[in-house]
């Protein structure tokens, strides 16, 4: 077990946005979480990453409860995210996107990079290095010099994945990655993530509509609506689901 | 790579020549009307540089400098200015003791000027901070405002509004503009490294930041803290080049003046800094004219006495309208350089 | 042989004409920024009293420099190094308040460039500062004046004093005259701090009417005073008022309104009873470039800080050594100036006469000199 | 410390708190809408007074007509401030905003400096306005009453006009996020202009009354008044026209509280506002009334 969302609770003022929900994400899984808008998928990101305090109930992270943790703490414990609208730094260039990742875990202080002390120097190397290994990873690397938004919608996906992967992360949340995306530009994201999943031994937690993405992707998925969990277990038989059909196409055959 | 690095290094190590050697001309050769001039543009290019990491760099809009360059003034020239001169000059009310003791040789007082603001910077950054939204600007306006008003109410520390006067005349040229180009270099490491990276990525999108792992609270302190550090030693500097101090010195009107500087070099960029320092301060004097009669096409305007400075307001608008860029945007000389080469590649 | 002797002295003058140089007196007053109105009513008076008297007994014209230092400290050291090194005057008359006179006084003393100032009336002002000159009395007299004018005059036992702490003027007149007060057996009852720029006072003027003073002292500029005077009539308190120069212009009656009625104030110099014959003719010639009878005191200064420069230069063999210019100002006696008979002491101060007015019909009406 | 002198110094704080409740609600409504900290807004004030002025003294209007020439002369500035500068930045980022703000406030207090010079002119304030009301004692001006009365009506208006009124639904959509309101066949550019407009025609009518108690107009009167309004409306809580409201009582009455019981902390009064909203950032950032931003508004 890597990640247990242990019974949670969130409302906003009157409104229950999640409802005493609770799953558990094994290692190397790709666990998808689904389900109609509005159905409370993005709080529980927030919820992970920690920009929300639940109302009750808490998220552990191999086994060491998250709650009262900052988000950045949270991410360097090993949590990464990108964004479903992609939110690449615009004033800088590819390479320096990535190297934010890298921002907590080069260690020098302040004052040695004022004075630039040799362990300035080759700690800033390092991370040069290894953010290149990243990009050449993702046949980003010729990119490395330009600004981060002149790329195109793809390529600029595939930089916010290498900037997460940067934090050097054990969980990837991924929310909505193929937004706005073309079946073939789909089907390589697809192969990236699995790919990226083995050669990182990652596990990745994903919000998604396409279904057609997910059964391609995800092991096992967790079905949400109106806050409560009405499925758990494989995509393929997700889609078989009574419930789950009528949450998303509506009751039609209410008799 | 590497040989890019090193040629960078010449790069530098060639313009920072350039700037001794000009130092050295100017202060054998030129009139002492114009090494005022310098001296001042030097001191503006320290705070310009330096406001310019909160403002421009990680995006925060802080109107701090006139309280933390009132600071360093006042704890420089408190440790410059000798007993005797302290115990004929206080007027209104006797000094306290240990303000007789203070004293210091110019280093440290300015190191103590800086330390000093810094430390002030730290605590102010907890309420400023925490919370998201433009407050900042409010409360550094109001900080100002108090530093203000504690000057001219704490006649046993301050002598109140009738400041302090001989303070001993360190600033030269030499000082100056050699804490310049220490001021620049440190301000262009810090933003050359992670710490200038995460406070860009703040600027950019902080929630993005922070989801890098990024603690952008401390990223702010640290570029907030730095700032207030060279605002405190550029008000000791100006301390001991004006060898007379007084409240109503670090209005508003201060911090005005380094955001049009800042804004008309563009903000972000420290080089942009430096240019929008000799454009404004060197300007200023330039455009005296405004505030004299003027001929326009035969047509003679009687003199109106302080035109400079509704020019000057309609040239921040103009800028912010037209040229929200500034002269160099975002980009530093290197990125000159860089940009033509990747021109014609 | 008559007309051998005219033409060698037309020859002699138009020589000296041509040879006659120019000679620089630099002038630093705040033309705008919030002193503006004072800094261009004194700069009247020094630029006027130059077209009355614009040349030195050997032929050489003034020609004023004038500099605005927008009342602000950086810009104030900036235009007098220009003054000094570019524009080599030989004099400054300068700067208006007390801390930017005092940052000019910085600079020339180095430079030995003597300075002359209108109206800066700090006391520590000219102190251990050896080219620095003033032509207007010092707080300290102002205050002694004003407090044995109460009590020797009007016999006022108790007093309140309103401070502003934010005034270095404000600082120095209400030390002098509460010590001059109390010497002469007033209790001052109260101090109260208010701060420039202020316009609500009512919490103030409430406060003296409980402590209820026989009279009540103002030493701060018109701007504020007659924001008081108008909030203390609003309540009902009605004492005797007393203020320095600070008030003695128009702007503070039109402010004030019938507040102000039966205010009194010390001036410098009083339109309506010149002086001296030189004040009598500058009147009349004000009168007839202006058309305005009333020379306010600041001008008056103004000229005065120009005559006391010209006479020194005049008594100095070569007008352009400073020294020289700025001994001969220290050796000033009984100089019949614009705004009174003036003497300049070894320190640059003026010991000189001050008229007490009152406020009367809407007008700043003659009441007595104090002589030094 | 009788009776009749602690009611004389509560009036007093009364009458100084709602001056600046006066302008604090501008400050409010311009925030509100646009996340904006409009600097500018303590000079409109300022050329409220001066509009005023004119009125009375130059063109010899009835006081009534006179208050009218400025609130309508500052909202059409306030409107023209926001349609040329302010407009074209909608998408720029914040800081532009907040400098143009600084370049518009200078640009109104140095034109009027150069124009009209800084030598302060007496405020012609209508006699029935100065005669004295005398209550058990107690003794103000008719001036010091009549701004706590106006304040509260135009604060009765306003409130009316935001949650009565088809614009004033638009305003309070408006607060919350400007795109959507354009998708609702709304033109958000001018709902914004409007709200300037408004926002200035009360600093106008702020201007005026601050000139009616201390008869005198001078360029730089707005600067003070106008960041202890701001400070109000923070404390008050942002966003929020009743906290502005009570946030300008608040520093009416520390300021006169402190004057009157601590006489030699007087020359702080000017900092006491500051120290507030420094103290409210650390413990509510919402202030008094203010709503979490992420939530709703006024």
Sequence with gaps: MILKVDNVTKNFGGVTAIKETGFTVNPKEIYGLIGPNG??????????????????????????????????????????????????????????????????????????????????????????NRSMEILDYFGMSSFAHDKATDLSYGQQRKVEIARALATNPELLLLDEPAAGMNPSETEELGEIIKKARNDFDLTVLLIEHDMKFV????????????????????????????????????????? | MNIAIKKDQWINLAIIAVVLWFIWFASSHFDEYTIRILNNIAIFIILAASYNLINGVTGQFSLEPNGFVAIGAYVTALLLVTPEAKLYQYAIVDPY????????????????????SALLALCLSFPVFRVRGDYLAI?????????????????????????????????????????????????????????????????????????????????????????????????????????SISPDLFDFFFTFQ???????????????????????????????????????????????????????????????????????????????????????? | MRKLVVLASSVAILASVSFAKEVKVGVVMPMSGPLAAYGQTCNEGVEFANSLTPTLKNGDTIKLVLVDNKGDKVETATATTRLISSDKVVGIIGALTSTNTAQVMAITDKKQIPVISPVATNDKLTEQKEFANRVCFTDSFQGAVVANYATKDLKLKTAVVVIDQAQVYSLGLSKAFTEAFKKAGGTIIKEIKVSSGDKDFKAVVSQIKAANPDMIFLPMYHPEVSMIARQAKQIGLIKPMFSGDGVANQTFIDLGGDAVEGYMFTDFFDYSAPPTQKSKDFIAAYEKKTGKKEVNSFTALGADSYNVMIDAMNRCANPEDSVCINSEIKKTTAFEGVSGVINIDKNGNATRSAVIKVVNGGKAVYKSTVNP | MDVTIFMQQMINGFSLGSMYALIAIGYTMVYGVLRLINFAHGDIMMVGGFLGYFGIAVLGLPFAAAVLLAVVGSALLGMASDRIA?????????????????????????????????????????????????????????????????????????????????????????????????????????????????????????????????????PMMGVLVGLKAFAAAVVGGIGSVGGAVIGGLIIGFTEVVVVAFFPELGGYKDAFAFVFLILILLFKPTGILGLDFEKSRF
């Design chain 1, 39 to 128: 159905a409370g998928k993005t709080t529980m990101f927030n919820i992970i990453t920690g920009n929300y305090a639940p109302t009750s109930g808490q998220v552990i992270f191999r086994n060491e409860s998250l709650s009262g943790l900052k988000p950045h703490q949270i991410v360097r414990k090993g949590i990464a995210r990108t964004f479903q609208n992609i939110r690449l730094f615009s004033s800088m260039s590819v390479l320096d996107n990535v190297l934010i990742g890298f921002d907590f875990q080069a260690r020098y202080s302040f004052l040695e990079s004022i004075v630039r002390f040799p362990r300035f120097i080759s700690e800033e190397k390092r991370i040069k």
């Design chain 1, 215 to 255: 059964n391609q992707m995800c092991d096992k998925v967790l079905v949400l609506d109106y806050g409560k969990t009405i499925f758990e277990g494989r995509p393929c038989d997700a889609i078989q689901d009574k419930e789950v059909i009528s949450a998303y196409l509506g009751d039609f055959h209410n008799d």
């Design chain 2, 97 to 116: 003791p240990f303000v007789m003791t203070l004293h210091a040789n110019f280093v440290t007082a300015l190191l103590l000027a800086g330390t000093f």
């Design chain 2, 139 to 243: 409360v550094t306006l109001g900080f100002g405002f108090i530093i203000k008003i504690l000057a001219i109410n704490n006649p046993e520390v301050t002598n109140g509004s009738l400041g302090l006067n001989d303070i001993p005349e360190f600033s030269n040229l030499y000082w100056t503009g050699g804490i310049a180009i220490i001021a620049v270099i440190v301000v262009l490491n810090i933003v050359n490294s992670k710490f200038g990276r995460a406070m860009k990525a703040v600027r950019d999108d902080e929630d993005a930041a922070t989801a890098m792992g990024v603690n952008t609270f401390k990223a702010k302190t640290l570029a907030f803290c730095t700032s207030a550090f060279f605002e405190g030693v550029g008000g000791g500097l100006l301390a001991a080049l004006l060898t």
């Design chain 2, 258 to 345: 380094l955001l049009i500087i800042i804004v008309l070099g563009g903000l972000g960029s420290t080089t942009g800094a430096i240019i929008g320092t000799v454009l404004v301060i060197g300007g200023s004097e330039w455009m005296r004219f405004l505030d004299e009669p003027m001929k326009f096409l035969s047509y003679e305007t009687t003199a109106m006495p302080g035109m400079r400075m509704v020019v000057f307001s309609l040239i921040l608008i103009f800028i912010m309208l037209f040229a929200r860029e500034g002269i160099m945007g975002k980009r530093e000389l290197k990125d000159l350089f860089k940009s033509k080469k990747k021109g014609d590649k």
């Design chain 4, 86 to 218: 302010y407009r074209p930045l909608r998408s720029a980022p914040k800081i532009s905003l907040l400098i143009t703000a600084i370049g518009i406030s200078f640009f109104l207090e140095n034109s009027f400096n150069v124009f009209f010079g800084g030598v302060p002119r007496a405020f012609p304030v209508p006699p029935y306005m100065e005669k004295m009301v005398e209550v058990s004692g107690l003794m103000m001006p008719v001036s010091a009453i009549l701004v706590p009365v106006v304040t509260v009506i135009l604060l009765v208006i306003i409130l009316w006009v935001l949650f009565k009124t088809k614009y004033g639904m638009a305003i309070r959509a408006l607060a919350f996020d400007v795109d959507t309101v354009n998708l609702m066949g709304i033109d958000a550019n001018r709902i914004i202009t409007l709200v300037f407009g408004m926002g200035s025609a009360l600093a106008a009518v702020g201007g005026i009354f601050w000139a009616v108690n201390y008869p005198s107009v001078e």
